[in-house]
């Protein structure tokens, strides 16, 4: 099995924090961080990155990188405003960013570009996240919205034009700031998952438009993470609980408009008597959950036998960023011997992180084309959005040094499909076992049913 790691942040000076999973052993302390929630994100596995808000009075702010290998911080960025959430699609490819003022940024990675600024919301973006197809992107806000963004609409100007704006869907179910959201697989027809100050989880369908399902807890949501099956979520609430809901189980006509159903959906609770839970994140087992609380505790659930397996120190702060990922080549130096030498290679050798991200647009108002979509040879690989600068300096890179650049891509490649590949079977896995129990329950009933009749 694989190692992964668990990367953890807090809104103090207290660095990040990263673990394996497994052995439990710190590899490294990244210094020098105080991210705001959701300001944390792992770029391809490449490198860290991370938004900074240091006070919140001011109205600048900065996005930081790390090597993976280096406490220190190698690349600082200034954008005109202070960010808050940050998001990346799953090739690295694109950095977004939402603002205070609720304007998002889309970036590109390679070359730091601003590629697109837009108003996103009327108040501060609080979260963001991409679909599993990478094609949408969805935003949360302080003014108490979720918006559906294409990434194609983005930058077709005439589609706007059509349309008179630039979002897929805006939902304004809930009635105070939204505090996380995660979303399903299925791309444009999957599901999303949204937390509120109001108390309530809301189930989003992105093939209708619609709101699907309201669930009320008995305290304020700060973070959810949704089981990998998609068969319940967990609701991470100030209480110190995380409260496990159902997402599938059977509801009347009015209920998902009601506010007044409290408790219901929800059927179970995982309690350490810990302060405020402020972070959700899953293991690719998908029954680890990893959770981040206020005491600056991080601790490992073993979602089936609903104990804790273990338990991390990161700060006095809460830690309100968790993010768990395979382990990266560059820590295997640190953590394992002649074992790994296979490893060994590849870690040692220094990555070049990008230059910083452009505060201002310098791409021409009038150029033809901004970015596009490249396809790729694999059904299920998201797409991959390119500029034409990009796609130029990899071509002179490959001119330049030859057949040994285009391996290491080649082989850059394969590993992602690799891990994708691997996290489809371990939904599939989830997928065949619920529906085993399932059909399984169904036959013991319809049996015991037929016993019953012939007595």
């Known amino acids: 099995m694989e190692d992964e790691v668990v990367i953890a942040s807090s809104s103090i000076e207290a660095g990040i924090g990263c673990w394996g999973l497994r052995s439990g052993a710190e590899h490294l302390r990244y210094r020098s961080c105080a991210s705001p929630p959701h300001g944390l994100v792992s770029v391809a596995g490449r490198f860290l990155a991370s938004s900074q808000l240091r006070d919140s009075s001011s109205s600048s702010g900065s996005v930081l990188f ?256 968790i993010v768990v990922m395979r382990q990266p080549a560059a820590l295997y130096p640190r953590t394992a011997g002649n074992n790994n030498n296979n490893q060994g290679p590849m870690a040692r050798r220094h990555v070049a992180l990008p230059p910083p991200l452009e505060k201002y647009s310098s791409i021409d108002e009038h150029s033809e084309l901004n970015a596009f979509i490249t396809p790729r040879s694999n059904s299920y690989d998201a797409p991959t959005y390119t500029t034409l600068q990009s796609m130029n300096n990899q071509i002179n890179e490959l001119q330049q040094h030859g057949s040994s650049g285009a391996s290491e891509m080649e082989l850059e490649r394969l590993k992602l499909d690799c891990k994708r590949s691997m996290q489809m079977v371990q939904q599939w896995k989830k997928m065949y076992q619920n529906l085993n129990q399932f059909c399984v329950g169904e036959l013991l009933n319809g049996e015991a049913e037929e016993t019953n009749l012939m007595l």
């Open 66 to 321: 790390w090597s993976w290998n280096k406490p220190q911080v190698e690349v600082k960025s200034f954008p005109a405003e202070a960010i808050n959430p940050l998001a990346c699609n799953t090739d690295g490819t694109y950095i977004v960013g939402g603002g205070v003022s609720g304007h998002i940024y889309l970036w590109e990675v390679a070359t730091g570009r601003l590629l697109k600024k837009w108003h996103g919301h009327y108040r501060p973006v609080t979260c963001l996240v991409f679909s599993n197809d990478q094609s949408l992107l969805i935003s949360g806000s302080e003014d108490g919205t979720v918006r559906v963004w294409s990434l194609l609409m983005i930058f077709d100007e005439e589609g706007q034009q059509r349309v008179g704006h630039l979002y897929e869907y805006s939902f304004t179910g809930h009635a105070l700031p939204v505090t996380d959201i995660v979303t399903g697989y299925g791309g444009s027809n999957a599901i999303i998952l949204s937390s509120s100050l109001d108390r309530t989880c809301k189930i989003w369908s992105l093939a209708r438009g619609t709101l699907l399902r309201n669930i009320v807890f008995p305290s304020i949501i700060d973070a959810v993470a949704l089981d990998p099956g998609e068969h319940v979520f967990y609701a991470g609430g100030r209480d110190g609980k995380i409260y496990i809901a159902e997402l599938n189980a059977q509801t009347t006509s009015n209920n998902h408009n009601n506010n007044n159903n409290y408790g219901l959906h929800i059927i179970g609770t995982l309690s350490d008597q810990s302060k405020a839970i402020c972070s959700l994140g899953f293991a690719l087992d998908g029954y680890q959950l990893v959770v981040g609380s206020e005491d600056g505790m991080v601790r490992v659930w073993d979602t089936k036998t609903r104990n804790i397996i273990r338990v991390f120190k990161h700060a006095k702060g809460p830690v309100n960023n």
